[in-house]
């Protein structure tokens, strides 16, 4: 199984500041496969990058990501309240798809 | 506008069966494979179960292979996931996701989650 590693596990930032998510992956996949998702507390995950590096449909532009093979990132370029979540990656490459631990992002 | 509800969670003894639905609404069901991804108290999520479109094939990772099921219904538009032999690590809020169409097995679309609880 591919595992992913996300890091940090947890980010405590300011409003307006620039907060990065990186996520390894044990094996090399093709960027289609990678993906970000958005949880907010007590909800359900929603999509929000798609392939590496495209949004997911109504996703502000702040939202983006990037990578290859083995590794990959996840960016807020201007942290807003409305995006204290936990934010996972997860593979689509191969069987079992898998998702990173997570990443809880809170505000200072 | 896309829609997925479970139901049939709740609390069931080690051991025993519990059958999870969702039901969907606002596309068209029978065109895409669909999952099942669960998430324990404060963890993080574990993808489940996924079914083809038709249902002939269906993919599990070994912590459930043997004991869960997933199947659906396109006629009814529904998803289901059979639950047997429960453990209680498998106390968790179960999500049916939609995955989307083509090959990336991305998951666009979720539900709000059914909460199931194993315990004695």
């Known amino acids: 199984a591919i595992v992913l590693n996300q890091s940090p596990s947890s980010i405590i930032a300011s409003q307006g500041e620039k907060v990065t998510i990186t996520c390894r992956a044990s094996s090399s996949i093709s960027s289609n496969y990678l993906h970000w998702y958005q949880q907010k507390p007590g909800a359900f995950p929603k999509l929000v990058i798609y392939s590496t590096s495209y949004r997911a449909s109504g996703v502000p532009s702040r939202f983006s990501g990037s990578g290859s093979g083995t590794s990959y990132s996840f960016t807020i370029s201007r942290v807003e309240a409305e995006d204290v979540a936990t934010y996972y990656c997860q593979q689509g490459s191969s069987n079992p798809y898998t998702f990173g631990a997570g990443t809880k992002l809170e505000l200072k | 506008e896309v829609q997925l509800v479970e139901s049939g969670g709740g609390l069931v003894q080690p051991g025993r069966s519990l059958k999870l639905s969702c039901a969907a609404s606002?596309?068209?069901?029978?065109?895409?494979?669909m999952a099942w991804v669960r998430q324990a108290p404060k963890k993080g999520l574990e993808w489940v179960a996924t079914?083809?479109?038709?249902?002939?094939?269906?993919y599990y990772p070994d912590s459930v292979k043997g004991r869960f099921t997933i199947s659906r219904d396109n006629a009814k538009s529904s998803l289901y996931l059979q639950m047997n032999s429960l453990k209680s690590e498998d106390t968790a809020t179960y999500y049916c996701?939609?995955?989307?169409?083509?090959?990336?097995?991305?998951?666009?679309?979720w539900g709000q989650g059914a909460s199931v609880t194993v315990s004695s």
């Open positions: 079914i083809s479109t038709s249902g002939s094939r269906t």
């Open positions: 606002g596309f068209t069901f029978s065109n895409y494979y």
């Open positions: 996701a939609r995955l989307s169409i083509g090959t990336t097995h991305v998951m666009d679309a």
